[in-house]
Nanobody, 130 residues
Framework: QGQSVESGGGSVQAGGSLRLSCAAS????????MGWFRQAPGKEREGVAT???????SYADAVLGRFHISQDNSKNTLYLQMDNLKPEDTATYYC????????????????????????WGQGTQVTVAS
């Protein structure tokens, strides 16, 4: 059974940067597409950024130009570089995967239903102060 472990969250001032990591356990990133998601208090979980097996990416409009998703297959780790952080980026950040047995096929997009993703981690908290 696969598992994802997120880390790298913290508290920063507006305009600061953080890099989140998602270590995959029990599965390998190669052959899966991956996504980063976030959930703020009182709000629904939403897609932030995704990366496909061909390294194509998608981003939510709110983070476009400020966040960058990448992965290192040798370390089996997914990353999210977050620059120019804003208070509205405050949330718990999660990573998850679309597996090869997905009925919809192996593709990731911030608009794909969250129910299609598996191996959710426990999340890492990001707090941005104004």
């Amino acid at each position: 059974q696969g598992q994802s472990v997120e880390s790298g969250g913290g508290s920063v001032q507006a305009g600061g940067s953080l890099r989140l990591s998602c270590a995959a356990s029990g599965y390998t990133l190669r052959g899966y597409c991956m996504g980063w998601f976030r959930q703020a208090p009182g709000k629904e979980r939403e897609g932030v950024a995704t990366i496909n097996t061909d390294r194509s990416t998608s981003y939510a409009d709110a983070v476009l130009g400020r966040f960058h998703i990448s992965q290192d297959n040798s370390k089996n780790t997914l990353y999210l570089q977050m620059d120019n952080l804003k208070p509205e980026d405050t949330a718990t950040y999660y990573c998850a995967a679309v597996t090869p047995d997905s009925q919809g096929g192996i593709w990731c997009d911030v608009g794909r239903p969250l129910s299609d993703y598996k191996y959710w981690g426990q999340g890492t908290q990001v707090t941005v102060a104004s």
